[in-house]
């Protein structure tokens, strides 16, 4: 197949690119380089079944294709609150471009959609049948309901105009390509261990999140687009569930050295409890992470420790 991956060069979508390419299909990755990064799509400007497109999912593009991931979205708190307006327009025009293209060229689209549309949850773990509990006017809604927006869009052309979609609600995702500027937890508290600094803990440390490791997730991506039976909302993510504390002294443990665990003012909305329930991912696509936390944490600090001077 030939298959368009917005968001291309980023994180997760530069992994996504590597599994198709590996399954033998031809993939467009489409980028701006917000977030993303040439040297994680590097080894793969010379295969002579990927193309490489630097565009901006907010504006229309067209491209014969048979599959569709939208990926195209900053997913780190200080990268999506550095310009929200633009987070806005990208989940929401980018959701309507993907579609639209979708609809023309007759293409499955896959929109990957987040946790954070269930807000700072009052049901745990969280079910697809949860509708949430979200600001729609803080410092996080830029992402969350631009993301929520996307989804309706995702739904409402599948219901009026029998676009062929797939719709993923991932869970805190880690792994090697993370940007060491993220700003992300994982990423955060391996640098700073590595570098012999503090560890920056937000709060007491005692919200939760579960964390999957970025080649389970990228096997569900793929089972999921490659089934015909349900389209989604599906949770993809690693049920363990873990507090910030806990994840920080299980990194200090993991990559030694003298760093200090210090406590930082709690973000604004920062939600206090998150856990998927995968049970329909595991019951529809047999899909369940295999990896868990320490060991993808430690190939997590492997890989950071030949990037970092
Ligand atoms: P990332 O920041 O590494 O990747 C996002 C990519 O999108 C980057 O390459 C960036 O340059 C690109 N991009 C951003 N705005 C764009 C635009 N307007 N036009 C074209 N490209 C644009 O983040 P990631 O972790 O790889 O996340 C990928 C997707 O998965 C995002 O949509 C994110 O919301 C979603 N997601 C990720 C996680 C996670 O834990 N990693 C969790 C939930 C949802
Ligand atoms: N966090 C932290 N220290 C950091 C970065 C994040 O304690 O250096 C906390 C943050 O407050 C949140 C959790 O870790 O409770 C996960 O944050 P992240 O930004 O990775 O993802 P999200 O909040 O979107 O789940």
């Not at 440390?205 to 080649?215: A, D, P």
Request: aromatic share 10%.
């Amino acid at each position: 197949m030939r298959i368009l991956v917005t968001g291309g060069a980023g994180f997760l979508g530069s992994h996504l690119c590597d599994r198709l390419l590996k399954d033998g299909n031809e993939v467009v990755c489409m980028d701006n380089y917000f977030t993303g990064r040439k040297q994680n799509i590097k080894h793969l400007l010379t295969h002579p079944d990927f193309e490489f497109v630097r565009h901006d999912v907010i504006d229309p593009f067209k491209f014969e294709v048979d599959q569709i991931y939208n990926l195209a979205c900053p997913a780190s708190p200080p990268h999506y609150q550095y310009n929200p307006i633009k987070t806005v327009k990208t989940s929401v025009m980018g959701a309507i471009n993907c579609l639209g293209l979708a609809k023309r060229v007759r293409a499955r689209v896959f929109q990957a959609s987040t946790s954070e549309v269930y807000g700072d949850p009052k049901v745990h773990p969280q079910p697809e049948s949860y509708w949430g509990n979200v600001n729609p006017i803080g410092k996080r809604s830029c992402y969350d309901e631009g993301k929520r927006c996307a989804e309706t869009l995702f739904f409402d052309y599948h219901r009026e105009n029998k676009v062929d979609i797939r719709v993923v609600r991932i869970f805190n995702t880690y792994g090697p390509r993370m940007h060491e500027d993220d700003g992300r937890v994982v990423s955060n508290f391996i640098i700073q261990a590595l570098r012999g600094q503090n560890i920056t803990v937000y709060g007491k440390g005692s919200q939760t999140r579960s964390f999957c490791y970025v080649n389970d997730l990228i096997d569900g991506f793929v089972k999921f687009m490659g089934q015909e039976k349900i389209i989604g909302p599906m949770n993809l993510g690693n049920p363990g569930e873990f507090t910030m504390l806990e994840l920080a002294e299980m990194t200090l443990k993991l990559v030694g050295g003298k760093s200090k665990i210090v406590f930082k003012p709690l973000p604004a909305d920062d939600p206090k409890q998150r856990r998927p329930d995968v049970s329909l991912a595991k019951k529809t696509i047999k899909w369940k992470p295999e990896v868990q936390l320490e060991e993808g944490l430690g190939r997590t600090i492997e890989y950071f420790r030949g990037q970092i001077k």
